[in-house]
C-alpha cells in the first residue's frame, strides 16, 4: 500500500502555509487546522496564550479581594477531607 505522503512518481506532496505563504512539506503541517504551517500555529497559540495571561493578571488586579476569597475558599475546600460515601440502599457491597 502506498505512503499517502507520497504522490506519484515517489515525490513528497507539498502545501503553501496561509499564513507565512511558504510551500512545506505534508509533515509541516498539524492535521487540523491543516492550512497552517506548524511554525505558525505554535507562534499563534503562544500570543494566544500570553493575550489569555495578560487578560486574567488585568481581572485579577480589577478583582483582588473577590479573588483572595475565592482562592482561599477553594484551598480551603481541597485541604478537608473526604466524607465517606453513604450507599442510599443501605447495603454494603
Not at 509533515?27 to 500570543?47: D, E, L, Q, V, W
Amino acid at each position: 500500500m502506498p505512503s499517502q505522503r507520497t504522490a506519484v512518481g515517489g515525490q513528497e506532496q507539498r502545501r503553501r502555509c496561509s499564513r507565512c505563504h511558504l510551500e512545506k512539506s505534508r509533515s509541516g503541517f498539524y492535521r487540523n487546522p491543516a492550512s497552517i504551517c506548524k511554525p505558525c500555529h505554535n507562534a499563534a497559540t503562544a500570543r494566544r496564550n500570553e493575550a489569555r495571561r495578560a487578560a486574567l493578571a488585568r481581572l485579577v488586579s480589577a478583582h483582588r479581594d473577590e479573588y483572595r476569597g475565592l482562592l482561599l475558599a477553594e484551598r480551603a475546600r481541597l485541604a478537608a477531607p473526604c466524607e465517606p460515601f453513604e450507599d442510599p440502599g443501605g447495603e454494603a457491597a
